[in-house]
């Protein structure tokens, strides 16, 4: 309750992302949760910000992943995925077409195996089963909690 470290979009979408920090009060910190609640949050929230000294706004647009950059992953198995950072978060699925969540040191993606691989019963299937699978899809999900730490 004494400092604000958040990510905003403009307009809901990624082309435009921003990281947000700032030291608050416990007044200000409750403040800020009323405006973050409000049915206008997004403009309640920029009103409430501009009213404060000492906020750092960083864009960080930039650290969206492109198509290009995710195509990397494509072919790697999912070990290698954990290899470069990335934890398995959960997955889901049904009728042997299952899709898994990874979160990395600055994003979260989804990932699907090859085409043509179904998975019956995920429990058949090991983490090292799964690690083993190669990876035939990646979409880009959202930031992960990690970027609000990482150096700007």
């Avoid at 947000?20 to 403040?31: F, H, R, V």
């Avoid at 072919?75 to 049904?94: H, V």
């Avoid at 899709?99 to 043509?116: A, C, K, Q, R």
């Amino acid at each position: 309750e004494e400092s604000l470290a958040a990510l905003f979009q403009k307009d809901n979408s990624y082309e435009a992302v921003y990281k947000i920090k700032a030291k608050l009060t416990p007044a200000q910190y409750a403040q800020y949760s009323e405006a973050s609640a409000s049915e206008d949050s997004e403009k309640d929230v920029a009103e409430f910000l501009k009213g404060l000294d000492g906020v750092t706004v960083i864009d960080i647009t930039s650290a969206v992943p492109t198509e290009e950059m995710l195509s990397q992953y494509k072919g790697m198995t999912f070990g290698e995925l954990e290899n470069e950072g990335f934890e398995k978060s959960g997955y889901s699925g049904d009728e042997g077409i299952y899709v898994f969540f990874y979160d990395g040191p600055l994003y979260s993606v989804m990932v699907s195996p090859e085409e043509g691989v179904l998975i019956e019963d995920m429990d058949d299937y090991s983490e090292n089963d799964i690690r083993a699978l190669k990876i035939g899809g990646v979409e880009f999900c959202g930031f992960s909690f990690d970027i609000l730490e990482a150096e700007d």
